[in-house]
Protein backbone atom coordinates (compact mmCIF):
# COMPACT_ATOMS: atom_id res chain seq x y z
CA UNK A 1 0.00 0.00 0.00
CA UNK A 2 1.79 3.35 -0.96
CA UNK A 3 2.05 6.02 1.43
CA UNK A 4 0.36 8.98 -0.31
CA UNK A 5 -3.13 6.64 0.55
CA UNK A 6 -1.74 5.39 4.10
CA UNK A 7 -1.64 9.76 4.60
CA UNK A 8 -5.02 10.33 2.90
CA UNK A 9 -6.48 7.77 5.69
CA UNK A 10 -4.71 9.16 8.34
CA UNK A 11 -6.13 12.43 7.39
CA UNK A 12 -9.21 10.91 6.88
CA UNK A 13 -9.27 9.86 10.30
CA UNK A 14 -8.19 13.28 11.56
CA UNK A 15 -11.34 14.52 10.07
CA UNK A 16 -13.60 11.94 11.36
CA UNK A 17 -11.81 12.50 15.11
CA UNK A 18 -12.88 16.19 14.97
CA UNK A 19 -17.06 14.96 13.65
CA UNK A 20 -17.22 13.05 17.13
CA UNK A 21 -15.72 16.09 19.08
CA UNK A 22 -18.60 18.52 17.58
CA UNK A 23 -21.28 15.99 17.79
CA UNK A 24 -20.79 15.42 21.36
CA UNK A 25 -20.07 19.15 22.03
CA UNK A 26 -23.19 19.77 20.20
CA UNK A 27 -25.56 17.16 22.25
CA UNK A 28 -24.29 17.30 25.10
CA UNK A 29 -23.85 14.11 26.23
CA UNK A 30 -22.64 10.92 24.24
CA UNK A 31 -19.35 8.86 24.29
CA UNK A 32 -16.30 10.15 22.64
CA UNK A 33 -14.03 7.86 24.34
CA UNK A 34 -14.30 4.69 22.64
CA UNK A 35 -15.50 6.43 19.66
CA UNK A 36 -12.08 8.08 19.41
CA UNK A 37 -9.86 4.75 20.10
CA UNK A 38 -11.88 2.88 16.83
CA UNK A 39 -11.80 5.79 14.59
CA UNK A 40 -8.63 4.25 12.62
CA UNK A 41 -10.68 1.36 11.98
CA UNK A 42 -13.80 2.65 10.88
CA UNK A 43 -11.88 4.55 8.85
CA UNK A 44 -9.97 2.17 7.06
CA UNK A 45 -12.87 0.35 6.52
CA UNK A 46 -15.38 2.90 5.66
CA UNK A 47 -12.63 4.86 3.10
CA UNK A 48 -10.86 1.77 1.54
CA UNK A 49 -11.89 -2.11 2.83
CA UNK A 50 -15.53 -2.27 2.69
CA UNK A 51 -17.49 -2.67 -0.76
CA UNK A 52 -19.86 0.05 -0.33
CA UNK A 53 -22.29 1.83 -2.88
CA UNK A 54 -23.59 5.08 -0.82
CA UNK A 55 -25.81 5.86 -3.60
CA UNK A 56 -27.32 2.39 -2.85
CA UNK A 57 -27.36 1.71 0.59
CA UNK A 58 -29.49 -1.69 0.51
CA UNK A 59 -27.00 -3.16 -2.56
CA UNK A 60 -27.39 -6.81 -1.52
CA UNK A 61 -23.52 -7.64 -2.48
CA UNK A 62 -22.31 -4.53 -0.17
CA UNK A 63 -20.41 -5.78 2.60
CA UNK A 64 -21.47 -5.51 5.85
CA UNK A 65 -20.16 -3.30 9.03
CA UNK A 66 -22.11 -4.00 12.46
CA UNK A 67 -21.15 -1.80 15.25
CA UNK A 68 -21.78 -4.25 17.95
CA UNK A 69 -20.37 -1.72 20.76
CA UNK A 70 -23.30 0.56 19.61
CA UNK A 71 -22.76 3.55 22.01
CA UNK A 72 -19.44 4.30 19.66
CA UNK A 73 -22.64 6.06 16.87
CA UNK A 74 -20.68 9.60 16.49
CA UNK A 75 -17.76 6.81 15.15
CA UNK A 76 -20.36 5.45 12.65
CA UNK A 77 -22.33 8.45 11.92
CA UNK A 78 -19.11 10.54 11.34
CA UNK A 79 -17.84 7.94 8.64
CA UNK A 80 -21.00 7.53 7.24
CA UNK A 81 -21.85 11.05 6.64
CA UNK A 82 -18.01 11.33 5.05
CA UNK A 83 -18.45 8.77 2.95
CA UNK A 84 -21.48 10.29 1.57
CA UNK A 85 -24.24 8.14 3.00
CA UNK A 86 -26.18 11.19 3.93
CA UNK A 87 -25.34 14.90 4.43
CA UNK A 88 -22.25 15.70 6.99
CA UNK A 89 -24.78 18.55 8.31
CA UNK A 90 -27.16 16.59 9.98
CA UNK A 91 -23.78 14.96 11.99
CA UNK A 92 -24.95 18.01 14.44
CA UNK A 93 -28.34 16.75 14.95
CA UNK A 94 -27.24 13.95 16.99
CA UNK A 95 -29.23 12.68 20.14
CA UNK A 96 -31.94 15.63 19.00
CA UNK A 97 -35.46 15.05 19.77
CA UNK A 98 -36.42 14.10 15.70
CA UNK A 99 -32.70 13.32 14.73
CA UNK A 100 -31.99 10.26 12.76
CA UNK A 101 -28.73 10.07 14.64
CA UNK A 102 -29.93 8.18 17.43
CA UNK A 103 -28.11 8.01 20.46
CA UNK A 104 -27.84 4.44 19.71
CA UNK A 105 -27.40 3.49 16.06
CA UNK A 106 -31.21 2.86 14.56
CA UNK A 107 -31.06 0.82 11.03
CA UNK A 108 -34.38 1.74 10.35
CA UNK A 109 -34.04 4.95 10.41
CA UNK A 110 -30.60 5.79 9.06
CA UNK A 111 -29.25 4.90 5.76
CA UNK A 112 -26.18 2.86 6.10
CA UNK A 113 -26.33 1.46 9.63
CA UNK A 114 -27.03 -2.10 9.15
CA UNK A 115 -27.87 -3.33 12.39
CA UNK A 116 -29.72 -1.84 15.39
CA UNK A 117 -27.23 -1.97 18.58
CA UNK A 118 -26.74 -0.30 22.03
CA UNK A 119 -27.40 -3.23 23.92
CA UNK A 120 -23.70 -4.71 23.90
CA UNK A 121 -22.89 -8.38 23.10
CA UNK A 122 -25.12 -9.05 20.06
CA UNK A 123 -23.67 -7.71 17.17
CA UNK A 124 -21.75 -10.98 16.53
CA UNK A 125 -24.84 -13.29 16.30
CA UNK A 126 -26.46 -10.62 13.48
CA UNK A 127 -23.00 -10.82 11.53
CA UNK A 128 -23.47 -14.23 11.73
CA UNK A 129 -27.20 -14.44 10.29
CA UNK A 130 -25.50 -12.17 7.46
CA UNK A 131 -22.90 -14.27 7.20
CA UNK A 132 -25.01 -17.84 7.24
CA UNK A 133 -27.28 -15.93 4.42
CA UNK A 134 -24.45 -14.92 2.12
CA UNK A 135 -23.47 -18.67 2.54
CA UNK A 136 -27.10 -19.82 1.39
CA UNK A 137 -27.71 -16.71 -1.31
CA UNK A 138 -24.48 -17.60 -3.09
CA UNK A 139 -22.89 -14.18 -2.68
CA UNK A 140 -19.74 -13.27 -1.75
CA UNK A 141 -19.92 -10.33 0.49
CA UNK A 142 -17.93 -10.25 3.76
CA UNK A 143 -19.37 -9.07 7.61
CA UNK A 144 -16.99 -7.11 9.59
CA UNK A 145 -18.27 -6.85 13.46
CA UNK A 146 -16.49 -4.46 15.80
CA UNK A 147 -16.70 -5.35 19.22
CA UNK A 148 -15.43 -3.52 22.38
CA UNK A 149 -13.19 -5.23 24.97
CA UNK A 150 -15.21 -4.90 27.90
CA UNK A 151 -18.51 -6.26 24.99
CA UNK A 152 -16.58 -9.13 25.23
CA UNK A 153 -17.80 -9.92 28.92
CA UNK A 154 -21.12 -10.82 27.61
CA UNK A 155 -22.00 -14.38 27.44
CA UNK A 156 -23.80 -13.73 24.37
CA UNK A 157 -20.37 -13.05 22.68
CA UNK A 158 -18.66 -16.28 23.29
CA UNK A 159 -22.07 -18.01 22.16
CA UNK A 160 -21.64 -16.30 18.75
CA UNK A 161 -18.23 -17.16 19.08
CA UNK A 162 -19.01 -20.94 18.80
CA UNK A 163 -21.19 -20.67 16.31
CA UNK A 164 -19.33 -18.92 13.78
CA UNK A 165 -16.41 -21.66 14.14
CA UNK A 166 -19.05 -24.15 14.18
CA UNK A 167 -20.41 -22.61 10.78
CA UNK A 168 -17.02 -22.38 9.34
CA UNK A 169 -17.60 -18.66 8.91
CA UNK A 170 -15.07 -17.69 6.83
CA UNK A 171 -16.77 -14.67 5.28
CA UNK A 172 -16.92 -13.27 9.01
CA UNK A 173 -13.80 -10.73 10.04
CA UNK A 174 -14.10 -9.09 13.82
CA UNK A 175 -11.94 -6.49 15.38
CA UNK A 176 -11.75 -6.09 19.20
CA UNK A 177 -11.07 -2.47 20.24
CA UNK A 178 -8.63 -3.42 22.55
CA UNK A 179 -8.50 -0.11 24.36
CA UNK A 180 -8.20 -1.78 28.20
CA UNK A 181 -10.75 0.28 29.32
CA UNK A 182 -14.83 0.17 30.16
CA UNK A 183 -17.03 1.75 32.15
CA UNK A 184 -16.14 1.23 36.06
CA UNK A 185 -12.48 1.22 35.27
CA UNK A 186 -9.64 -0.89 33.27
CA UNK A 187 -11.09 -4.33 32.12
CA UNK A 188 -8.65 -6.84 33.91
CA UNK A 189 -9.77 -4.63 37.25
CA UNK A 190 -13.39 -4.62 36.50
CA UNK A 191 -13.83 -8.33 34.91
CA UNK A 192 -10.72 -9.51 32.91
CA UNK A 193 -11.56 -11.01 30.13
CA UNK A 194 -7.67 -11.90 29.31
CA UNK A 195 -6.25 -14.14 27.66
CA UNK A 196 -7.94 -12.04 25.17
CA UNK A 197 -6.07 -13.73 21.88
CA UNK A 198 -5.83 -17.39 22.98
CA UNK A 199 -9.83 -17.41 23.85
CA UNK A 200 -10.49 -16.49 20.43
CA UNK A 201 -7.77 -19.14 19.16
CA UNK A 202 -9.23 -21.66 21.40
CA UNK A 203 -12.63 -21.16 20.28
CA UNK A 204 -11.68 -21.74 16.44
CA UNK A 205 -10.85 -18.01 15.24
CA UNK A 206 -7.97 -17.29 13.12
CA UNK A 207 -6.37 -14.18 15.36
CA UNK A 208 -4.49 -11.98 14.03
CA UNK A 209 -2.95 -8.99 17.02
CA UNK A 210 -2.39 -5.73 15.29
CA UNK A 211 -1.76 -1.78 15.96
CA UNK A 212 -5.41 -0.41 15.90
CA UNK A 213 -3.97 2.83 15.15
CA UNK A 214 -1.79 1.73 12.23
CA UNK A 215 -3.65 2.42 9.30
CA UNK A 216 -1.50 0.50 7.26
CA UNK A 217 -1.49 -2.68 9.88
CA UNK A 218 -5.33 -2.34 9.23
CA UNK A 219 -5.24 -2.71 5.89
CA UNK A 220 -2.68 -5.93 5.96
CA UNK A 221 -4.68 -7.71 8.54
CA UNK A 222 -7.92 -7.66 6.21
CA UNK A 223 -6.22 -8.38 3.45
CA UNK A 224 -5.07 -11.35 5.54
CA UNK A 225 -7.62 -12.29 6.92
CA UNK A 226 -10.01 -12.62 3.79
CA UNK A 227 -7.44 -15.15 2.53
CA UNK A 228 -8.62 -17.30 5.42
CA UNK A 229 -10.62 -20.56 4.51
CA UNK A 230 -12.97 -22.24 6.40
CA UNK A 231 -12.88 -20.07 10.08
CA UNK A 232 -13.49 -17.10 11.16
CA UNK A 233 -11.05 -14.24 11.66
CA UNK A 234 -10.07 -11.77 14.80
CA UNK A 235 -7.72 -8.88 14.49
CA UNK A 236 -7.12 -8.24 18.34
CA UNK A 237 -6.47 -4.34 17.54
CA UNK A 238 -4.79 -2.77 20.26
CA UNK A 239 -6.02 0.91 21.03
CA UNK A 240 -5.72 3.96 23.30
CA UNK A 241 -9.13 5.23 24.53
CA UNK A 242 -10.16 8.93 23.83
CA UNK A 243 -7.05 8.60 20.91
CA UNK A 244 -6.04 11.99 19.06
CA UNK A 245 -6.97 13.82 22.23
CA UNK A 246 -4.40 14.39 24.48
CA UNK A 247 -6.88 14.95 27.89
CA UNK A 248 -8.44 12.01 26.84
CA UNK A 249 -5.86 9.41 26.10
CA UNK A 250 -6.67 6.67 28.54
CA UNK A 251 -9.18 8.18 30.62
CA UNK A 252 -12.10 6.54 31.64
CA UNK A 253 -14.50 9.27 32.55
CA UNK A 254 -14.63 9.79 29.54
CA UNK A 255 -16.02 7.04 27.87
CA UNK A 256 -20.04 8.82 28.70
CA UNK A 257 -19.29 12.41 28.59
CA UNK A 258 -19.19 14.52 26.21
CA UNK A 259 -16.71 17.60 26.18
CA UNK A 260 -17.69 21.12 27.24
CA UNK A 261 -17.38 24.02 24.51
CA UNK A 262 -14.18 25.57 25.77
CA UNK A 263 -12.72 21.63 25.68
CA UNK A 264 -14.17 20.88 22.57
CA UNK A 265 -12.20 24.10 21.22
CA UNK A 266 -9.27 22.52 22.97
CA UNK A 267 -9.54 19.19 21.37
CA UNK A 268 -10.50 20.24 18.18
CA UNK A 269 -7.10 22.72 18.31
CA UNK A 270 -4.96 19.64 18.75
CA UNK A 271 -6.64 17.56 16.02
CA UNK A 272 -6.06 20.65 13.64
CA UNK A 273 -9.63 21.64 13.02
CA UNK A 274 -11.45 25.02 12.83
CA UNK A 275 -14.47 24.98 14.63
CA UNK B 1 -38.82 22.20 45.65
CA UNK B 2 -35.99 19.87 45.99
CA UNK B 3 -35.25 17.18 43.42
CA UNK B 4 -33.02 14.04 43.89
CA UNK B 5 -33.17 11.23 41.86
CA UNK B 6 -34.24 7.98 43.00
CA UNK B 7 -30.87 6.37 41.96
CA UNK B 8 -28.66 8.98 44.25
CA UNK B 9 -31.12 7.67 47.23
CA UNK B 10 -30.95 4.45 46.01
CA UNK B 11 -27.15 4.66 46.32
CA UNK B 12 -27.21 6.35 50.15
CA UNK B 13 -29.36 3.67 51.05
CA UNK B 14 -27.19 0.86 50.14
CA UNK B 15 -24.80 2.32 52.55
CA UNK B 16 -27.22 2.69 55.53
CA UNK B 17 -28.47 -0.84 54.87
CA UNK B 18 -24.56 -2.06 54.24
CA UNK B 19 -23.73 -0.48 57.94
CA UNK B 20 -26.97 -1.96 59.77
CA UNK B 21 -26.61 -5.95 57.98
CA UNK B 22 -23.32 -7.40 57.33
CA UNK B 23 -25.28 -9.64 55.37
CA UNK B 24 -26.01 -7.21 52.30
CA UNK B 25 -23.77 -7.52 49.50
CA UNK B 26 -24.30 -5.20 46.18
CA UNK B 27 -23.92 -6.39 43.01
CA UNK B 28 -23.38 -4.14 39.63
CA UNK B 29 -22.55 -4.78 35.87
CA UNK B 30 -20.07 -2.63 34.62
CA UNK B 31 -22.54 0.45 35.68
CA UNK B 32 -21.88 1.51 39.22
CA UNK B 33 -21.09 4.78 38.47
CA UNK B 34 -24.72 5.43 37.19
CA UNK B 35 -26.60 2.93 39.15
CA UNK B 36 -25.06 4.42 42.34
CA UNK B 37 -23.92 1.26 43.88
CA UNK B 38 -20.78 2.84 43.92
CA UNK B 39 -21.64 4.85 46.93
CA UNK B 40 -21.66 1.06 48.82
CA UNK B 41 -18.00 -0.28 47.05
CA UNK B 42 -16.70 2.53 48.85
CA UNK B 43 -17.75 1.97 51.81
CA UNK B 44 -17.66 -2.03 51.71
CA UNK B 45 -15.40 -2.77 49.02
CA UNK B 46 -15.26 -6.67 50.30
CA UNK B 47 -19.03 -6.54 49.93
CA UNK B 48 -19.38 -5.23 46.40
CA UNK B 49 -18.77 -7.04 43.56
CA UNK B 50 -18.37 -6.48 39.94
CA UNK B 51 -19.86 -9.29 37.49
CA UNK B 52 -18.52 -7.00 33.95
CA UNK B 53 -20.86 -6.41 31.25
CA UNK B 54 -22.56 -9.37 31.92
CA UNK B 55 -26.30 -8.73 33.44
CA UNK B 56 -27.32 -12.70 33.30
CA UNK B 57 -24.39 -13.82 35.23
CA UNK B 58 -24.90 -11.08 37.95
CA UNK B 59 -28.27 -12.46 38.47
CA UNK B 60 -27.11 -16.29 38.43
CA UNK B 61 -24.41 -15.12 41.03
CA UNK B 62 -26.75 -13.32 43.14
CA UNK B 63 -29.31 -16.18 42.96
CA UNK B 64 -26.21 -18.33 44.53
CA UNK B 65 -25.00 -15.23 47.11
CA UNK B 66 -28.89 -16.00 47.97
CA UNK B 67 -29.13 -19.31 48.49
CA UNK B 68 -25.95 -19.21 50.89
CA UNK B 69 -28.01 -16.70 53.03
CA UNK B 70 -26.63 -13.28 51.71
CA UNK B 71 -29.35 -10.32 50.66
CA UNK B 72 -27.78 -9.54 46.95
CA UNK B 73 -29.03 -6.42 45.58
CA UNK B 74 -27.77 -6.25 42.16
CA UNK B 75 -27.78 -3.13 40.02
CA UNK B 76 -27.63 -2.59 36.11
CA UNK B 77 -30.52 -0.28 34.16
CA UNK B 78 -33.76 -1.55 33.75
CA UNK B 79 -33.57 -2.62 30.01
CA UNK B 80 -30.51 -4.96 31.46
CA UNK B 81 -32.56 -6.13 34.40
CA UNK B 82 -35.04 -7.79 33.81
CA UNK B 83 -34.55 -7.39 29.94
CA UNK B 84 -31.63 -8.95 29.19
CA UNK B 85 -31.18 -11.34 32.53
CA UNK B 86 -35.45 -12.51 32.12
CA UNK B 87 -35.20 -15.97 32.42
CA UNK B 88 -32.38 -15.43 35.38
CA UNK B 89 -34.29 -13.10 37.26
CA UNK B 90 -37.52 -16.13 36.50
CA UNK B 91 -36.12 -19.43 37.06
CA UNK B 92 -33.11 -18.71 39.16
CA UNK B 93 -34.44 -16.30 41.56
CA UNK B 94 -37.89 -16.16 41.44
CA UNK B 95 -39.45 -19.58 41.01
CA UNK B 96 -37.21 -20.68 43.85
CA UNK B 97 -38.40 -17.38 45.73
CA UNK B 98 -34.78 -16.33 46.66
CA UNK B 99 -33.73 -13.06 48.62
CA UNK B 100 -32.41 -11.15 45.86
CA UNK B 101 -32.97 -7.34 45.04
CA UNK B 102 -32.88 -5.77 42.25
CA UNK B 103 -32.19 -2.00 42.03
CA UNK B 104 -32.97 -1.73 38.30
CA UNK B 105 -32.16 2.47 37.47
CA UNK B 106 -32.67 4.44 34.25
CA UNK B 107 -35.75 3.46 33.64
CA UNK B 108 -38.28 4.90 31.73
CA UNK B 109 -38.08 7.72 28.66
CA UNK B 110 -36.07 9.89 31.58
CA UNK B 111 -33.32 8.34 30.25
CA UNK B 112 -33.28 10.87 27.55
CA UNK B 113 -30.56 11.00 24.86
CA UNK B 114 -29.54 7.48 24.77
CA UNK B 115 -32.18 6.65 23.17
CA UNK B 116 -34.93 3.85 22.44
CA UNK B 117 -31.80 1.27 23.57
CA UNK B 118 -31.50 2.18 26.61
CA UNK B 119 -35.02 3.37 27.69
CA UNK B 120 -36.76 0.52 29.52
CA UNK B 121 -41.23 1.12 28.33
CA UNK B 122 -41.74 -2.51 29.54
CA UNK B 123 -40.26 -3.51 32.58
CA UNK B 124 -42.88 -3.36 34.79
CA UNK B 125 -45.21 -5.02 32.71
CA UNK B 126 -42.41 -7.91 32.63
CA UNK B 127 -42.06 -8.31 36.95
CA UNK B 128 -45.47 -7.82 37.36
CA UNK B 129 -46.02 -10.84 35.33
CA UNK B 130 -43.84 -13.00 37.62
CA UNK B 131 -44.90 -15.25 40.21
CA UNK B 132 -43.22 -14.80 44.26
CA UNK B 133 -41.96 -11.01 43.02
CA UNK B 134 -42.43 -7.71 44.67
CA UNK B 135 -42.50 -5.30 42.99
CA UNK B 136 -41.87 -1.33 43.80
CA UNK B 137 -41.78 2.08 41.92
CA UNK B 138 -40.64 4.72 44.58
CA UNK B 139 -41.99 8.45 43.63
CA UNK B 140 -39.32 10.35 45.49
CA UNK B 141 -35.70 9.92 47.06
CA UNK B 142 -37.39 9.39 50.59
CA UNK B 143 -39.67 6.75 49.53
CA UNK B 144 -36.88 4.86 48.00
CA UNK B 145 -34.80 4.94 50.80
CA UNK B 146 -37.50 3.50 52.71
CA UNK B 147 -38.46 0.86 50.16
CA UNK B 148 -34.81 -0.20 49.87
CA UNK B 149 -35.28 -0.70 53.49
CA UNK B 150 -38.35 -2.21 53.79
CA UNK B 151 -36.79 -4.93 50.75
CA UNK B 152 -34.19 -5.96 52.96
CA UNK B 153 -37.13 -7.18 55.11
CA UNK B 154 -38.70 -8.87 52.63
CA UNK B 155 -37.60 -12.53 52.36
CA UNK B 156 -38.07 -12.81 48.67
CA UNK B 157 -37.51 -11.41 45.57
CA UNK B 158 -38.11 -7.71 45.22
CA UNK B 159 -37.42 -5.38 42.38
CA UNK B 160 -37.15 -1.54 42.26
CA UNK B 161 -37.71 0.74 39.92
CA UNK B 162 -35.38 4.22 39.67
CA UNK B 163 -35.20 6.62 37.65
CA UNK B 164 -32.02 8.70 36.56
CA UNK B 165 -33.53 11.95 36.36
CA UNK B 166 -33.70 14.21 39.40
CA UNK B 167 -37.44 14.02 40.65
CA UNK B 168 -39.80 16.35 43.31
CA UNK B 169 -39.23 15.18 46.74
CA UNK B 170 -42.81 14.82 47.96
CA UNK B 171 -42.64 13.27 50.85
CA UNK B 172 -41.13 14.45 54.61
CA UNK B 173 -38.54 12.25 56.44
CA UNK B 174 -41.39 11.05 58.58
CA UNK B 175 -42.90 9.57 56.15
CA UNK B 176 -44.06 5.82 56.71
CA UNK B 177 -43.76 3.21 53.33
CA UNK B 178 -46.17 0.03 53.95
CA UNK B 179 -45.25 -2.37 51.00
CA UNK B 180 -48.62 -3.17 49.47
CA UNK B 181 -50.34 0.07 50.84
CA UNK B 182 -51.18 2.95 48.73
CA UNK B 183 -50.34 6.30 49.78
CA UNK B 184 -53.47 9.04 49.10
CA UNK B 185 -51.71 11.97 48.88
CA UNK B 186 -54.49 14.19 47.91
CA UNK B 187 -58.07 13.70 48.84
CA UNK B 188 -60.53 14.30 46.13
CA UNK B 189 -64.10 12.87 45.41
CA UNK B 190 -64.82 13.33 41.42
CA UNK B 191 -62.24 11.79 40.26
CA UNK B 192 -58.97 9.78 41.11
CA UNK B 193 -55.51 10.38 39.20
CA UNK B 194 -54.04 6.53 40.17
CA UNK B 195 -50.11 7.17 39.80
CA UNK B 196 -46.41 5.30 40.23
CA UNK B 197 -43.39 6.99 40.00
CA UNK B 198 -42.01 9.98 38.82
CA UNK B 199 -45.89 10.45 37.94
CA UNK B 200 -46.84 10.95 40.96
CA UNK B 201 -45.66 14.29 40.73
CA UNK B 202 -46.98 15.40 37.98
CA UNK B 203 -50.50 13.86 38.92
CA UNK B 204 -50.16 16.31 42.14
CA UNK B 205 -49.50 18.87 39.24
CA UNK B 206 -52.74 17.87 37.43
CA UNK B 207 -55.04 18.02 40.57
CA UNK B 208 -54.05 21.38 41.30
CA UNK B 209 -54.93 22.40 38.08
CA UNK B 210 -57.99 20.83 38.27
CA UNK B 211 -58.74 22.59 41.53
CA UNK B 212 -59.24 25.78 40.13
CA UNK B 213 -61.69 24.69 37.77
CA UNK B 214 -63.99 23.28 40.85
CA UNK B 215 -63.26 19.80 39.81
CA UNK B 216 -62.13 17.57 43.02
CA UNK B 217 -59.40 14.97 42.55
CA UNK B 218 -58.28 11.77 44.54
CA UNK B 219 -54.50 11.30 44.03
CA UNK B 220 -53.08 7.57 45.07
CA UNK B 221 -49.26 6.93 45.06
CA UNK B 222 -48.83 3.27 44.31
CA UNK B 223 -45.74 2.84 45.22
CA UNK B 224 -46.20 -1.18 45.27
CA UNK B 225 -47.21 -2.02 42.01
CA UNK B 226 -46.92 -6.14 43.73
CA UNK B 227 -48.47 -6.90 45.62
CA UNK B 228 -51.24 -4.41 44.53
CA UNK B 229 -53.49 -2.83 47.35
CA UNK B 230 -56.73 -3.41 45.42
CA UNK B 231 -59.11 -2.31 48.46
CA UNK B 232 -57.59 1.58 47.78
CA UNK B 233 -58.28 1.10 43.94
CA UNK B 234 -61.80 -0.11 44.33
CA UNK B 235 -62.14 2.87 46.90
CA UNK B 236 -60.87 4.98 44.61
CA UNK B 237 -63.47 3.71 41.94
CA UNK B 238 -66.60 3.59 44.23
CA UNK B 239 -66.24 7.31 45.67
CA UNK B 240 -65.10 9.18 42.38
CA UNK B 241 -66.52 7.04 39.62
CA UNK B 242 -63.86 8.22 36.98
CA UNK B 243 -60.21 6.78 37.41
CA UNK B 244 -56.90 8.10 35.06
CA UNK B 245 -53.67 6.00 35.47
CA UNK B 246 -49.77 7.70 35.55
CA UNK B 247 -46.95 5.89 34.81
CA UNK B 248 -43.54 6.01 32.98
CA UNK B 249 -44.02 2.92 31.07
CA UNK B 250 -46.16 1.57 28.53
CA UNK B 251 -49.55 1.95 28.91
CA UNK B 252 -49.54 -2.12 28.14
CA UNK B 253 -49.13 -4.37 31.34
CA UNK B 254 -48.40 -1.73 34.03
CA UNK B 255 -49.77 -0.19 36.19
CA UNK B 256 -52.73 1.01 33.88
CA UNK B 257 -53.24 -2.70 32.98
CA UNK B 258 -53.56 -4.12 37.22
CA UNK B 259 -55.51 -0.98 37.96
CA UNK B 260 -57.95 -1.71 34.95
CA UNK B 261 -58.11 -5.36 35.61
CA UNK B 262 -59.38 -4.65 39.34
CA UNK B 263 -61.25 -2.34 38.57
CA UNK B 264 -63.30 -4.46 35.86
CA UNK B 265 -63.60 -6.98 37.97
CA UNK B 266 -64.81 -5.05 41.29
CA UNK B 267 -66.48 -1.96 40.29
CA UNK B 268 -66.59 -1.46 36.48
CA UNK B 269 -65.92 2.52 36.02
CA UNK B 270 -63.97 4.29 33.31
CA UNK B 271 -60.62 3.92 33.34
CA UNK B 272 -58.40 5.67 30.88
CA UNK B 273 -54.33 5.09 31.25
CA UNK B 274 -52.02 7.67 30.72
CA UNK B 275 -49.04 6.12 29.60
CA UNK B 276 -46.05 6.05 26.87
CA UNK B 277 -48.50 4.25 23.91
CA UNK B 278 -47.09 1.44 22.75
CA UNK B 279 -44.48 2.77 21.21
CA UNK B 280 -40.31 2.14 21.51
CA UNK B 281 -38.54 5.74 23.08
CA UNK B 282 -35.81 7.88 21.52
CA UNK B 283 -33.18 10.21 22.25
CA UNK B 284 -34.50 13.57 23.16
CA UNK B 285 -34.45 15.47 26.60
CA UNK B 286 -36.25 14.29 29.26
CA UNK B 287 -38.79 16.88 29.25
CA UNK B 288 -39.42 16.82 25.50
CA UNK B 289 -39.60 13.21 25.86
CA UNK B 290 -42.58 13.45 28.69
CA UNK B 291 -43.90 16.28 26.57
CA UNK B 292 -43.99 14.31 23.24
CA UNK B 293 -45.75 11.00 24.72
CA UNK B 294 -47.91 13.08 26.61
CA UNK B 295 -46.97 12.68 30.12
CA UNK B 296 -47.37 15.99 31.90
CA UNK B 297 -49.78 17.28 34.39
CA UNK B 298 -51.73 18.77 31.41
CA UNK B 299 -51.71 15.74 29.59
CA UNK B 300 -53.37 14.06 32.94
CA UNK B 301 -56.12 17.20 33.41
CA UNK B 302 -57.17 16.52 30.09
CA UNK B 303 -57.62 12.63 30.88
CA UNK B 304 -59.43 13.62 33.90
CA UNK B 305 -61.97 15.75 32.38
CA UNK B 306 -62.58 12.98 29.55
CA UNK B 307 -63.28 10.63 32.32
CA UNK B 308 -65.51 13.17 33.95
CA UNK B 309 -67.61 13.59 30.97
CA UNK B 310 -68.31 9.70 30.37
C1 LIG C 1 -26.01 -5.16 27.67
C2 LIG C 1 -25.44 -3.85 28.08
N1 LIG C 1 -25.01 -3.68 29.34
C3 LIG C 1 -24.52 -2.49 29.72
C4 LIG C 1 -24.44 -1.44 28.84
C5 LIG C 1 -23.93 -0.08 29.29
N2 LIG C 1 -22.63 0.20 28.71
C6 LIG C 1 -22.48 0.99 27.62
S1 LIG C 1 -20.90 1.13 27.11
C7 LIG C 1 -20.34 0.14 28.37
C8 LIG C 1 -18.89 -0.16 28.50
C9 LIG C 1 -18.33 -0.72 27.24
O1 LIG C 1 -16.97 -0.98 27.36
P1 LIG C 1 -16.16 -1.43 26.08
O2 LIG C 1 -16.85 -2.57 25.42
O3 LIG C 1 -14.76 -1.67 26.49
O4 LIG C 1 -16.31 -0.18 25.12
P2 LIG C 1 -15.25 0.94 24.72
O5 LIG C 1 -14.14 0.94 25.72
O6 LIG C 1 -14.76 0.56 23.38
O7 LIG C 1 -16.01 2.22 24.69
C10 LIG C 1 -21.42 -0.28 29.16
C11 LIG C 1 -21.32 -1.13 30.35
C12 LIG C 1 -24.91 -1.66 27.54
N3 LIG C 1 -24.91 -0.69 26.61
N4 LIG C 1 -25.38 -2.88 27.17
MG1 LIG D 1 -12.94 -0.79 26.12
Known sequence: MEAEKI???????????????????????????????????????YFHLLRIDPQNPAWPDRDRFILSKGHAAPLLYAALAERGFFPVEELLTLRKLGSRLQGHPDMKSLPGVEVSTGSLGQGLSAGNGMALAAKLDGRDYRVFVLLGDGEIQEGMVWEAAMAAAHYRLDNVTAFLDYNGLQIDGPITEVMSPEPVADKWRAFGWDVQEIDGHDIGQIIKAVEVARQVKGKPQMIVAKTCKGKGVSFMENQVDWHGTAPKPEQAEKALAELRCER | MQKIATREAYGDALVELG?????????????????????????????????????QNMLGTAAGLAAAGKIPFCS????????????????????????????????????????????????????????????????????????????????????????????????????????????????????????TGVMVAEALAAAEELSREGISVRVLNIHTIK????????????????????????????????????????????????????????????????????????????????????
Request: glycine share 8%; charged share 25%.
Open chain 1, 7 to 45: AWLEDKARQIRAHIIKMTAAAGSGHPGGSLSAADIVTAL
Open chain 2, 19 to 55: RENPDVVVLDADLSKSTKTINFRKHFPERFFNLGIAE
Open chain 2, 76 to 195: TFAVFAPGRSFDQLRNSIAYPKLNVKIGASHAGITVGEDGATHQSVEDIALVRAVPNLTVFVPADAVETKKAVMAAAEIKGPVYIRLGRAAVPVLHGEDFVFEPGKAVVMREGGDAAIIA
Open chain 2, 227 to 310: PLDTEAIISAAKETGAIVTAEEHSVIGGLGSAVAETVCEHCPVPVYRVGIPDVFGESGKPGELMEKYGLKARHLAAAVRKAIRR
